[in-house]
């Protein structure tokens, strides 16, 4: 069968993949992206935080981004029960750096990056499915198979890596998946035509609402630039499964629970069928090999609730092609000081947050009144994807921050 070379091979082209192979080709590197699907396609993973603006705009791809015409974003809106409400501008943050973001249809920007880091020059191939890979030996190979003629195909490269999302290819292969800490969860999403009223809703803003009876069930309403909306909600599956109906009567129940989205969206035309997602949150053994790394959502996953996935994923990308560049320019790379250990720094201080969303102690300071406006810029900044801002107290040192707040919080 036929043989194919490159210098790097990247299996799929969501954020990760694509953001790698245009700063694989700023190195001029020859570089392969292999794509089950073909683009535009469903993923997702709506709302971004600004810190990816950062290695959107180091990728080149910026200007591409901004004139998609995707929904500006500017913050966060945090609601529970009939009337309490807060919101953090990402603007007013601790961290130097982008403030400012967008909502975005991910069929379409991730079509746009993708199109954008071919123009560099990399090669992007859909419809082929990366079936088994060889990255131990000597000579890294993968076997394809092309998805329209079945026939398959082996791609020789000098590094591989995988920016399969979901997918999860190498970790399945070769062994690599361990359970995340976090217990399963589910979502239960759709796309609505939202049509809220004039000056009800700041479309700028992400709105998390937590159910007002059970404090780790929380939804997410991710206005779009087009008069709609992603709307889910996340909980355990257990939880979900009290509802019966079709999907989209559990959705719709769930949704009039909330008091804030029952009247924000008493119109809203319910017109996309409904999906479920259960238990993505995801680990690995180790985020690289010999001959590859894993990027993105095929390391970890932590949780959706501060939609940190997107800028997880680029972070990736960005440090992962700085130490390629070095070893593909023959010099030593340390894989764990050079990748594992910047990224999970910051991956590390969402976690903190995560959990202290679910245990209360984080939302708990969201609404609290009293906080003075440096903890409220810190806050922001988390908000806003800045996890490996080190100079951000609740960065660097991410428990003691929110032990000694929650004491403060609840004197
Ligand atoms: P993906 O975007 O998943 O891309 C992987 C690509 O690889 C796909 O196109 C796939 O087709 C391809 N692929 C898979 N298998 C193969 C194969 N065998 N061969 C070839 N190609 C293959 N993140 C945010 O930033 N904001 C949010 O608001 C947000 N909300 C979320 C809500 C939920 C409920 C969940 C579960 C996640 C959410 N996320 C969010 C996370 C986000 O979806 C991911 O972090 C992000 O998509 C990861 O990007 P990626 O490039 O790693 O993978």
Redesign the pocket.
Known sequence: SRIETTDVVI???????AIAAALLRQQGRRVLV????TFP?F???????PQ?MAYIEEAGLLQDVVEAGFQYKNGATFARGATETTFFDFREKWSAGWGTTYQVQ?GAF?KVLADGAARTGAEFRYQ????AAEVEGEQPALTVKDNASGEQYRVEARFVLD?????R?LPRLLDLETPSSFPVRG?L?THIEDRTAPGSFDRNK?IITTHPQHEAVWY?T?PFSNGRCSQ?V?AEPAFLAQYSGDDQTRLQTLVNEAPNLKALLADAVWDTPVRQ?TG?AANVKSLYGKHFAL????GE?LD?VF???????MTSSSLAAKALGRMLDGETVDWEADYAVPLKRGVDAFRAFVTAWYDGRFQKLIYYKGKNEEIRRMIASILAGYAWDETNPCVRAPERWLAALDAAVSA
Not at 43 to 49: A, N, V
Not at 128 to 131: A, S
Request: aromatic residues 10%.
């Open positions: 299996i799929g082209a969501g954020p990760s993949g292999l794509e089950r699907e396609r993923s997702i993973g709506e709302s971004l935080l990816s991910r991730d082929q499915t990366v079936l920016a399969s999302g979901f997918g290819v979502a999403f992400i997410w991710i889910g996340v997602i993505y990027l993105g959502n095929a996953f959706p939609s940190s996935g997107v800028t997880i994923a």
